[in-house]
């Protein structure tokens, strides 16, 4: 045996209790008998005849009871040796304190991270309904959101990783935990393996759930930037442009004249747009201004208004018309004397399913009756009678076009006067002012429209005429067989015409003549109301009139543009989660702290400075590299965190094995280190 000697020391010594054996080796570590020095024994199982012992050299100024001995083995066992190294000195502090710049940074983060969620917000509320005006603006204000986001992020996980430092050193100050636990306690941050260690999940839970959060919590910064998205919104602009519109004192194109003012016919323009109505079931739509826009348009034009035969005669049946030319005493009795008496005997001459007549001298009336029920008009009568008089008519509109597609709502129409001049005087009219409406004075001075004459024209020989079932049981016109304009129309559909027993009769009840849901209103009478009102607003797209019969209007002009959308509450949700969950971890980081009494970290100099157990480095003997994976009987060892020595008063603090570590105290004097020069 081989004993070295150095110098007696002169200063006080330390006590480190610690015996224990590892893989077949004996570690002991004792004082001398004076109390003045300690010393290392080592051994091997296979050689115990042959060790050495070290007294380490102290001093009253200082002291090397951690000096990293350099080995060797040698064949009759292993050779330990101190080497003194350059300059360590040994100092006291009063206690341990805290240092603030960690706590300080860590509050700093986390102020910055709500300042930028709520910068986040403000922005995309700022955003919120503004158009989008090119890609650029779109591109770039998601690129602004996701830096905020991510500022917000880094703060927020940067704050818990400081947390979790602090956690890390009281969690290990309180259990003992495998190296391998420890391993992924100081990893759990960055490898997420660490989560399936065992010991980390039993003996560090807050921990664990620390990192959790700390893994999870970046997953805000995915969400939030989506929270501003593109959408189309119709917006409105209001644009002042020229519309067609209406001028019923121009003639052009409308009369078919025999001589110098006289009318005896329609032009072919507006017969076709007559036809097409009537036929169509609905007016000729027109150009849009624009895809989508809507106007309003208040005129006069002519329409219909039909009233109920017995209804009418109760105010105007007192003659209006010329008795001299058309010698009838009063409405009703005109009306018998064209349509024929009620309910005449079936097959009779005068017996009709529908009839109407119109004559030029009824002052622009048409006369009706029709055989079929209809409970809507007149539940009293089997038959329907009624009169249809032609109004200049205050007409208030809205019209609308939706991609393209015209409607039209009517807001008011009222009927202002009936007109109630001839068809002589109308078939004259554009004698009275080229044409242009005019009071006639061969008409009680009633202003006199051609355009009128002409629509009341085209109406009377429309509707003119008798449908009727002939001595075979068929559907015979005007007393033969043909076919009416009327069958080509909507009227068709109403039940004053095809609910008669004669004409079911005669289609042996099938719906040949019908097309269901023409009928306008329900009767025939609100069917031609609506007809002479669609005529009128078919008239718009008259071609002679595009460039006389304009007007400038207010449109409203609808068109699709993207806006920004910013969805508030999925934001605002996020964050506050995102801002609690942390500000949680800062409550749990506190506490630890206090309780810990001094700022740890995660840095190698923690790693260096708490490991100077000379028990450690024979556990680490032929396993330096620090390679994974580590072997199983380092990886199992467990390790405590406190008091590992003694120096008088003071006490040495750092990891140790089970069992040999005591607890260490908040306000524990503790030996610390520092550079200093080395003793001559």
């Given amino acids: 045996m081989t004993i070295s000697q150095h110098p007696e020391p002169s200063g006080p010594a330390y006590t480190v209790p610690l015996a224990y054996q590892r893989d077949g080796v004996q570690f002991t570590e004792d004082r001398d008998s004076v109390g003045q020095g300690y010393g290392y024994q080592t051994a091997r199982s296979d050689s115990l005849d042959s060790y050495q012992i070290i007294d380490v050299d102290e001093t009253s100024e200082g002291a090397h009871p951690h000096n990293q001995p350099s080995k060797s083995v040698a064949r009759d066992g292993v050779h330990v040796e101190v080497e003194p190294r350059d300059g360590p000195e040994s100092v006291s502090e009063d206690g341990m304190k805290i240092s603030w710049l960690d706590p300080i940074l860590a509050i700093a983060l986390f102020i910055g991270s709500v300042l930028a969620a709520i910068g986040h917000h403000i922005y995309y509320a700022s955003l919120d309904d503004t158009s989008v005006y090119s890609d650029d603006q779109q591109v770039w204000a998601i690129r602004i959101g996701t830096g905020l986001a991510l500022l917000a992020r880094c703060g927020l996980v940067a704050t818990i990783g400081m947390v979790a430092a602090q956690q890390t050193w009281a969690t290990l100050r309180k259990k003992a935990i495998s190296i391998g636990g420890i391993d992924s306690m100081f990893d759990v941050l960055n490898n997420p393996w660490s989560f399936f260690n065992r010991d980390l999940l039993m003996h560090a839970k807050t921990l664990y759930i620390i990192a959790g959060i700390s ?76 895809p989508n826009a809507s106007y309003d348009l208040n005129f006069w034009a002519p329409s219909y208004k039909c009233s109920n035969l017995s209804e009418i005669v109760q105010t105007k049946n007192s003659p209006t018309w010329d008795r001299s030319v058309y010698n009838y005493t009063s409405l009703e009795s005109a009306f018998y004397g064209e349509i024929g008496p009620p309910q005449p005997a079936r097959y009779a001459t005068d017996h009709y399913v529908f009839k109407a ?15 079929g029920s209809n409970p809507l008009w007149d539940t009293s009568d089997y038959s329907v009678r009624f009169v249809c008089q032609l109004y200049n008519t205050s007409y208030d509109i809205t019209l609308r076009f939706d991609n393209g597609i015209q409607s039209i709502k009517e807001n008011s129409v009222k009927y202002l006067q009936a007109q109630e001049w001839s068809g002589t005087r109308g078939s004259k009219s554009g004698l009275l002012n080229n044409g242009s409406c005019a009071p006639d004075p061969e008409a009680n001075n009633a202003t006199v429209c051609p355009t009128y004459y002409l629509t009341h024209y085209m109406f009377g020989n429309f509707l003119e005429g008798k449908i009727s079932v002939n001595a075979v049981g068929g559907i015979a016109y005007n007393n033969g067989e043909g076919q009416a304009p009327l069958f080509q129309s909507g009227l068709m559909d109403c039940p004053e015409i095809w609910n008669s027993s004669d004409f079911r009769d005669a289609t042996e009840f099938t719906s040949t003549f019908q097309t269901h849901g023409r009928c306008h209103g329900g009767t025939l009478a609100s069917a031609i109301e609506s007809l002479s009102k669609n005529f009128t607003y078919s008239l718009m797209t008259y071609r002679n009139w595009q460039n006389v019969a304009t007007t400038m209007a207010p449109v409203t002009v609808s068109s699709p543009r993207n806006i920004f959308s910013y969805d508030r509450q999925t934001l605002l949700a996020s964050y506050l989660a995102s801002i609690l969950v942390t500000l949680g971890c800062i409550v749990v980081g506190c506490m630890a702290l206090l309780s810990n009494g001094y700022t740890g970290s995660m840095n190698f100099s923690s790693v260096l400075l708490t490991t100077r157990n000379p028990g450690l480095d024979r556990l680490a003997e032929n396993n330096t590299l620090g390679k994974k994976p580590l072997p199983d009987y380092i990886s199992d060892t467990k390790l405590r965190f406190g008091i590992i020595g003694t120096r008088g008063s003071e006490t040495l603090a750092g990891f140790g094995f089970e069992g040999t570590v005591g607890p260490l105290g908040n306000t524990t004097p503790i030996l610390s280190r520092r550079r200093g020069t080395e003793k001559s």
């Fill in 215 to 290: 893994w999870i919590l970046p997953l805000a910064s995915i969400v939030t930037p989506a929270t501003l998205t593109v959408r189309p919104l119709m917006t409105q602009d209001l644009v002042t442009t020229k519309v067609p519109y209406y001028n019923f004192s121009n003639t052009d194109g409308w009369p078919i004249t025999a001589g110098y003012g006289y009318y005896f016919g329609v032009g072919p323009e507006v017969s076709r747009l007559f036809t097409t109505t009537y036929t169509s079931n609905s007016f000729v739509p027109q150009s849009p201004p624009f």
């Fill in 357 to 371: 007549a119109a004559s030029d001298s009824m002052n622009n009336m048409i006369l009706i009756g029709a055989n």
